[in-house]
């Protein structure tokens, strides 16, 4: 067929009353909603900078003095443990000309936080403490000069920060998806993950849009197909429905599988305070916009998202497991190796479909199959968002 | 004597920038979290800057502008980024209340905060 013969593309239909496939598909977005930046921007704005987002361990920020600089959607926050132990997150901006406070990623400080430009000086609770010729301005307000706050919670171990001038419900949010999924909160407290340590924390680099990668983790329709090591461990993944469809599910060890490796061989000493019912089973659960988490008997593996591209998105992804475990030396290889293996699957499968979401032919956007049904809730919720 | 404050508004851990005392640039008073109290100069002899908006730690107190160190109980500088040392005062504490019989030496004042001595 010659470019002339080519029959028009249409609006596919799918879930279209009436016709033989009468509620088995549903419709994805369209295609542009993956690659427009104006509403990667305006997801920046209503999504990443309108709610929590999870931005380090507590334990990035151990000692007094110890920050962290973070891209929340346009917005770049330090985040800093002060000297009396407690995380604070300000706007990385100083409050005279504007200058970033801190460039680099992370780093320690002893006690203050001052702008490389004019020495604009800033305790760790972010009052403004020193300036060139500041005694001769008595009139300044070192509160109202001081650094602006961004609101933060410490939760499962893990530092939260909003940017928004009225941060929403942490526990209507936050905890709220936990919820959804798991059926309550208290299945999560159950693995102790504030008492657990960092075992092993890869950093992937994915040329995809965020949207991709939430809606890849949502659904298991493609676990048969690309997580060969992951479906041999939780044999149910290959029917296509993932622990994320149902409430309160989590996906059984096969038979002979000893633990959550790469070879269902052994994993390491099982958390303690985990229920009957959670052992031997793969829990999932999808914190919106960024945050993934995954509970399996022995650790606790989290993935944390920073979309900063309309084809682009940072994950770092962190596996954690008793201190005891980590302590110990012993080689976490094998457990860390199978959803690091996940992980690289599920992105080259992000990756390959990312370029094809500026293709004419899915301008109208695919299709979702029951199994993936769900996901069109969540974009909805996307939508909702920008509306 | 010149009074400074009641010692029950100075918790362990606070300090006071005093500038109306007569005839002196402004000085600075320490509660220690040890419980000991020191007044020195306040302002920096390297650059104008309060000390009593510095760090204390270890009997010393670090200038917030540029990091110089004075020990609070001899005045001395560091010598690396200050070097000329500030004045120390004695402290009186009489009925629950703060005093200072202020230094009669001259006080090292940096460039910018000369004024101090006009007044």
Not at chain 1, 273 to 297: H, K, M, S, W
Not at chain 1, 298 to 309: E, L, Q
Request: charged content about 20%; glycine content about 8%.
């Amino acid at each position: 067929m010659t470019a002339l013969e080519q029959p028009p593309v249409t609006a596919p239909r799918v879930g279209s009353a009436g016709s033989a496939s009468a509620g088995s598909l549903v419709p994805t977005l369209p295609g542009h909603w993956y690659t427009d930046p104006a509403i990667f921007e305006a997801e920046q704005e209503r999504i990443v900078e309108a709610g929590w987002v999870c931005v380090a361990l507590s334990a990035d920020l151990a000692e007094p003095g110890a920050y962290r600089t973070v891209q929340v959607g346009r917005e770049s926050v330090v985040v800093v443990r002060g000297r009396d132990r407690a995380v604070r997150a300000f706007f990385n901006v100083c409050r005279h000309r504007g200058a970033r406070l801190c460039v680099e990623p992370e780093g320690k400080v002893r006690n203050k936080l001052q702008c490389p430009y004019h020495a604009w000086t800033y305790d760790l609770a972010g009052k403004l403490i020193a300036a060139p010729n500041l005694t001769q301005m008595p009139d300044v307000d070192r509160i109202g000069y001081g650094l602006v706050p961004v609101a933060v919670r410490e939760w499962i171990g893990y530092v939260w920060v909003c940017v928004a001038p009225e941060p929403p419900s942490f526990e209507e949010e936050v905890m709220g998806a936990v919820v959804t999924r798991l059926g309550d909160v208290e299945s999560i407290d159950h693995y102790g993950i504030e008492g657990l340590a960092l075992g092993r924390r890869i950093s992937y680099d994915v040329a995809a849009n965020w949207k991709l990668v939430v809606e890849n983790f949502m659904e298991c329709y493609h676990c048969a197909t690309i997580h060969p090591e992951l479906t041999e461990v939780l044999p149910e993944f290959a029917d296509g429905y993932a622990a994320q469809y149902y409430v309160g599910h989590g996906a059984e060890f096969g038979e002979q599988v000893r633990g959550f490796t790469v070879d269902g061989s052994a994993g390491h000493t099982r958390i303690p305070g985990i229920a009957e019912d959670q052992d031997r089973r793969y829990y999932a659960i999808t914190i919106r916009p960024g945050v993934f988490v995954n509970l399996v008997p022995d650790h606790v593996i989290v993935h944390r998202m920073t979309p900063v591209a309309a084809d682009r998105t940072l994950v770092e992804c962190d596996w954690l497991f008793l201190p005891e475990v980590v302590r110990s030396g012993v080689d976490l290889d094998r457990s860390v190796e199978l959803f690091h293996r996940v992980n690289a699957q599920d992105f080259a499968a992000c990756e390959r479909t990312q370029p094809a979401m500026s293709s004419r032919v899915y301008a109208h956007g695919g299709a979702l199959v029951p199994s993936e049904h769900h996901i069109a809730e969540f974009h909805h919720w996307v939508q909702a968002r920008l509306a | 004597m010149n009074y400074a404050c009641q010692l029950a508004d100075l918790p362990r851990g606070a300090s006071l920038r005093l500038t109306d005392l007569p005839g002196s640039p402004p000085v600075a008073l320490f509660h220690t979290d040890d419980g000991e109290l020191f007044a020195v100069d306040d302002t920096c002899t390297h650059a104008d800057a309060s000390l009593a908006d510095g760090f204390v730690e270890d009997c010393a107190v670090e200038c917030p502008l540029h990091a110089a160190i004075f020990d609070l109980r001899t005045g001395e500088a560091d010598g690396l980024v200050a070097q000329y040392p500030v004045r120390t005062h004695t402290v009186v504490i009489e009925d629950g209340a703060v005093y200072l019989q202020l230094s009669e030496k001259i006080p090292h004042l940096p460039a910018g905060a000369q004024r101090y001595v006009a007044s």
